[in-house]
Every structure is written in structure tokens, then in C-alpha cells.
T-cell receptor
């Protein structure tokens, strides 16, 4: 099965601090995604990428930046973390066709105090 | 309002019973529907996909799709305790590919 690895698995940050969540996939998938999951909201799309050097805004991009320096790596950056960004973040990759199946990482639990 | 709406929010089904979950998209551009299952503390994993009108069966799981109403449903027969999980419906369109998820249905199977 496709391998998507996220780091760190848990992170505690202070309000106003900078946080970087990393994601690596070894499947040579074109598309990568960052979602956050909160109770009652399912998975909400933050940013996504169609390939190295590209990033696109999802449905809730405010307060987040993304970076795709290579096919394998996709980062989510919180420049000024706020308590409302406390959540579980999932990275996913997909082959890049319209009917693509997504493969998810194990998630990163972020707490902003 | 989320573009993908699921109902019910939660569902309790006795072991061996039938579970029925619903999902509707308000975006008329969608072409594909997906069902993902997420056990507690784990990541979502694809369960089934459906792209054409009609029905698709895989073991105890059956998915229906009505493209005119943009409604899909997932039915689990002979429910087992291991089916207890959060079920997430997602929709995507061919051009963009990105998946938009609903809020999920929490299914509990009671022994």
C-alpha cells in the first residue's frame, strides 16, 4: 500500500509561534493534500498541490501556507499559530487523475496553547 | 454550509443488523463519490468508490448512486463490531480531482 509519512506525530506550540508540519510520500504521486479534522466537521481541505513547485488554496487556507519543494515532500506552515488551529492534521497523496484514490498519513495532533 | 452533507450524524445498529448511511453533494460539478472509513485514532482508508448511476456491491457493503440528485448511500449488512467507525463521504470532479469530505457518520455496532 502507498506510504505517506507525517512528522511530527504530536506537537505542542505556543500562541504566536511558527509551526511546520511535514509530509513525505514514496509513491511518486502527483497530488498531495493537507486536511484538518475537527469533531463535527469531517475533513476540511487547507491546501493542495498538483506537483513540485505548485500549491493551491483549499476551502480553509487562512492562517496557513504550504510548500511543495519536491515530488515527495509537502509541508504545511503556520506562521503565527493560534489556539483555533488546535486540531488533527492529515496529509494525503493521490495519483493525479480525476477519479484518484487518496492515501493518508497517520496524522499530526497539534495543540496550540 | 458544507458542500457534502451526510446523515445521520450518528447511528447505533445491533450486531448482525443493517446500517444505512446517506450523503448528498450540493456541487453539481461532481463526477465521483467515495466512502472512507476511519477507525478511532487511525487515518481514513478508502472503503468504496462509485462513479456511475446504480449499485455496486463488495462483500457486505453496497453503495448506491443517483447522479441526478447527487445522492449516494452506503449499506452494510450483517454489521460486525469491527464496523464501528467514522464513515466519511467525499466527492470530486474530474477536472480538479480534489476530494471534498462531508462531516461524517459515526457508526456504532452494539453486540
Amino acid at each position: 500500500e502507498a506510504a505517506v509519512t507525517q512528522s511530527p506525530r504530536n506537537k505542542v506550540a505556543v500562541t504566536g509561534g511558527k509551526v511546520t508540519l511535514s509530509c513525505n510520500q514514496t509513491n511518486n504521486h502527483n497530488n498531495m493534500y493537507w486536511y484538518r479534522q475537527d469533531t463535527g466537521h469531517g475533513l476540511r481541505l487547507i491546501h493542495y498541490s498538483y506537483g513540485a513547485g505548485s500549491t493551491e488554496k483549499g476551502d480553509i487556507p487562512d492562517g496557513y501556507k504550504a510548500s511543495r519543494p519536491s515530488q515527495e515532500n509537502f509541508s504545511l506552515i503556520l506562521e503565527l499559530a493560534t489556539p483555533s488551529q488546535t486540531s488533527v492534521y492529515f496529509c494525503a497523496s493521490g495519483a493525479g487523475t480525476g477519479g484518484e484514490r487518496l492515501f493518508f498519513g497517520h496524522g499530526t495532533k497539534l495543540s496550540v496553547l | 454550509q458544507q458542500k457534502v452533507q451526510q446523515s445521520p450524524e450518528s447511528l447505533i445498529v445491533p450486531e448482525g443488523g443493517m446500517a444505512s448511511l446517506n450523503c448528498t453533494s450540493s456541487d453539481r460539478n461532481v463526477d465521483y463519490f467515495w466512502w472512507y472509513r476511519q477507525h478511532s485514532g487511525k487515518s481514513p482508508k478508502m472503503l468504496m468508490s462509485i462513479f456511475s448511476n446504480g449499485e455496486k456491491e463488495e462483500g457486505r457493503f453496497t453503495v448506491h448512486l443517483n447522479k441526478a440528485s447527487l445522492h449516494t448511500s452506503l449499506h452494510i449488512r450483517d454489521s460486525q463490531p469491527s464496523d464501528s467507525a467514522l464513515y466519511l463521504c467525499a466527492a470530486s470532479d474530474y477536472n480538479q480531482g480534489k476530494l471534498i469530505f462531508g462531516q461524517g457518520t459515526k457508526l456504532s455496532i452494539k453486540p
